[in-house]
Nanobody, 125 residues
Framework: VQLQASGGGTAQPGDSLSLSCAASGRPFSPNAMSWFRQAPGKEREFVAAIRMNSAHAYYMDSVKGRFTISRDNAKKTVYLQMNSLKPEDTAVYYC???????????????????WGQGTLVTVSS
């Protein structure tokens, strides 16, 4: 299973960017997909996750109301729409997927089996 992330780039504060992550390879039906990010010198942190069946979404507090995660089950793709970007959103963004993710660990990196290669988002004026 491979996860291919795309859509990163450079934006100014207040701008928007959209990321996408497509799963491919052997037949795979994740029950959750997510986005994590890692800023220079910092640990990887949870950003957002979505249940593939119900579309129930989870967010870190600092992105609530600005970021929206969505999914297309037919395409096995998850999206992250990022609005009102701030300099502190600058990071490498990673998508992740797994089967069997439970609610208590959906925000935990170790719950995910497959990871994308990361895409850089830079927010700077």
């Amino acid at each position: 299973v491979q996860l291919q992330a795309s859509g990163g780039g450079t934006a100014q504060p207040g701008d928007s960017l959209s990321l996408s992550c497509a799963a491919s390879g052997r037949p795979f039906s994740p029950n959750a997909m997510s986005w994590f990010r890692q800023a220079p010198g910092k640990e990887r942190e949870f950003v957002a996750a979505i249940r593939m069946n119900s579309a129930h979404a989870y967010y870190m507090d600092s992105v609530k109301g600005r970021f929206t995660i969505s999914r297309d089950n037919a395409k096995k793709t998850v999206y992250l729409q990022m609005n009102s970007l701030k300099p502190e959103d600058t990071a490498v963004y990673y998508c992740a997927a797994a089967n069997g993710v439970i609610s208590s660990t959906i925000r935990t990196a170790s719950a995910y089996t497959y990871w994308g290669q990361g895409t850089l988002v830079t927010v700077s004026s």
